[in-house]
């Protein structure tokens, strides 16, 4: 049995969150003996995973204790931070994880990244894994001192798991080639999206002269909710009969809700925020929109698809592979124009629908769960 250490920045809320967990169902309970650490603490009782891991944190959680131990908690957490502020990677490893492993994961860019890639067991397999586009979406440099840092971190790694070959390319151009990187997409569980979405009834009614859009994911620059309202509001005026739902929370909530008061759109949008299941919901939608600026991979368009959804892309790297430059749905210009454009074309056209939700069902087939899972026990052996 191997021992797996695997880091994150959380285990519940978004789409590379979700691909983790069921990374960690996919790994058998006989082959893998998982610790898992999470910068603080997550809410793991929702986190989905059904397998004995050990749950740790990296940062104590203060909430547990009282008095002077929480004042000492405190004092640990804030030493910690200066630690990982002011030294080494393999100073804060030490101070920061417990224990000896054969496979030690980074489970995405940025902070866990560069906790592993200080590892001191010089035993161990060390892969990361990166989910996003270093150049266009560059959040992860937040965790290093500087571009040097983190590249020197990603050479450190025996394997760098990339989500798509656009992904790969773009580390590769910005870093320097001499790493060792391969390209798996995440693994999702077709079977278990399907069956949640047979677990209820939306409760909002559907008009059958209304076309219903739908948006998944969290509320925040990159993933371009706020286009996506522009876009709406515009067809709105022009008399187009358009609803939208927005499926998701995050720290543009307050602007996401303002804008939709502002602009007298609480008819035609309905705000659900974060939702456990959102695919009851998404099933009944004609139209997926992807309007994100920047999206490593795209996992809620997998998740459309494989709910027969006709998709619309912004054009970033990781939907140009999943739709194969436009041949499994339609792509467009990385702007609030070519979001308007997209939902347009088929309000105007709305025989496409069909065509592009039979192209979604061809696509689906390529994003098989155990054939994912398959080449990640590949790499951890």
């Not at 030490?94 to 995405?108: C, P, W």
């Not at 989500?163 to 320097?176: A, C, M, Q, S, W």
Request: aromatic share 10%.
């Amino acid at each position: 049995m191997k021992k797996m250490l695997i880091v994150a920045g959380k285990i519940y809320g978004g789409g590379a969150e979700r691909v983790l967990v069921d990374l960690i169902n996919g790994l058998d309970e006989s082959e893998y003996d998982i610790t898992l650490y999470t910068i603080s603490k997550d809410n793991f009782e929702k986190s989905g995973i059904e397998r004995t891991v050990e749950y740790r944190t990296v940062y104590s959680d203060v909430s547990q204790f009282g008095g002077i131990k929480k004042i000492v908690c405190k004092l640990r957490n804030k030493i910690l931070y200066e630690v990982y502020k002011r030294c080494s990677a393999r100073t804060f490893y030490k101070r920061a994880i417990k224990g000896k492993y054969d496979v030690e994961l980074a489970a995405i860019e940025g902070y866990t990244t560069r906790i592993v890639s200080g590892s001191t067991n010089p035993d161990s397999k060390k892969i990361a894994w990166l989910h996003t586009d270093l150049v266009t979406n560059h959040w992860s440099k937040i965790a290093f001192k500087n571009d040097a840092e983190e590249a020197a971190a990603y050479r450190s790694f025996d394997k760098v798991i990339c989500v798509t070959e656009n992904v790969r390319r773009i580390l590769l151009d910005k870093f320097g080639s001499d790493m060792n990187t391969v390209v798996i997409s995440n693994p999702i569980k077709k079977d278990s999206i399907l069956s949640l979405s047979r677990m209820g009834e939306c409760e909002i009614p559907k008009s059958p002269d209304v076309m219903r859009v739908v948006f998944l994911g969290r509320l925040q620059e990159e993933k371009g909710a706020d286009r996506l309202l522009e876009a709406h509001n515009r067809l709105i005026n022009e008399g187009k009969k358009v609803e939208l739902f927005v499926i998701g929370d995050g720290c543009d909530m307050d602007k996401i809700h303002g804008y939709v008061e502002e602009n007298n759109l609480s008819g035609s949008v309905h705000l659900f925020g974060y939702l456990d299941n959102p695919y009851i919901n998404m099933k009944t939608a004609d139209l997926f929109v992807c309007p994100s600026r920047a999206e490593g991979f795209g996992l809620v368009l997998v998740e459309a698809m494989l709910l027969d959804l006709p998709v619309v892309s912004t054009s970033c790297a990781g939907p140009n592979e999943i739709l194969d430059g436009g041949k499994y749905g339609l792509i467009v210009e990385n702007s609030t124009e070519g979001i308007y454009n997209g939902i347009k074309t088929f309000v105007d056209e709305p025989e496409l629908l069909k065509k592009y939700a039979d192209l979604s069902a061809l696509r689906r087939e390529d994003y098989d769960y155990t054939k994912a899972i398959d080449k990640f026990k590949e790499i951890f052996s």
